[in-house]
């Protein structure tokens, strides 16, 4: 008789794509009697923490929600205080990513932001480009919806330059416009903060992907919490469209 010598997590599956909408860092530092600019700097922690645990179990791209389309209609002073640390997050950390090497980028519409903030992400990415590990994707006044009129109007205006026939307007050539196409499909979309909506992020890349929703604070979110969402990935039974049995007899 042969045993198998693998041990038992190794056979796990391990989603290749994982995305978090990081909510509850208002009501984190709001329960302790503090500002909510105080729940953003803690939370800069919870992103260092889904980073290390992403690169340890395998995951291949890490997609997070920092700021929504939305979110320019909070009160102004958050929203300059979101923007000085998201300036200051990418003056500190990038270089630890490289080391790492962890490849950048940001998606959304980045003309909303400063020429400042513009430059330096254009420089983290520049740096980080040619690395080969985690895949590590900010998403910063972003919107799903944003991310899919945008698509159609590149692929509009290739048929209106004679570039692209009619015809060839269809789901697999809108995909390749939208936002980390080049990425492997979302697999898993964890939200934190007990709110069960996808608030405008991935729309359009989460047709298929599997869904955990945390009570947790998006401070309080840890390596341990973000391995246990990981496990329960390998429970879930992904069928697109098919029969239990079709997925079963593979
Ligand atoms: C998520 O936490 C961070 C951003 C949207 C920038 P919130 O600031 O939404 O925290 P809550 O949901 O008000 O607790
Ligand atoms: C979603 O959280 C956006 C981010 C986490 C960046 P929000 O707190 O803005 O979502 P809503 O407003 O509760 O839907
Ligand atoms: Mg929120």
Redesign the pocket.
Known sequence: MTTSTTPECDDKNIPKHVAII???????AQAQGKS?VT??KA?VDSVRAVVKGARKSGVEALTLF???SE?WQRPEQEVSV?MDLFMYVLTKEVKRLHKNNIRFQVIGDLSRFSEKLQKSIAKSEQLTSENTGLVLSIAANYGGRWDIANAAKTLANQVKNNELALDDVNENSLHEHTCLAQLPPLDLLIRT?GDFRISNFLLWQAAYAEFYFTEV??PDFNESEFEQAINTFDQRERRFGKTGEQIANK
């Open positions: 990081m909510d509850g860092n208002g009501r984190w909510r729940g953003h939370g920092a700021f929504s979110n979101l903060g604070l998006w």
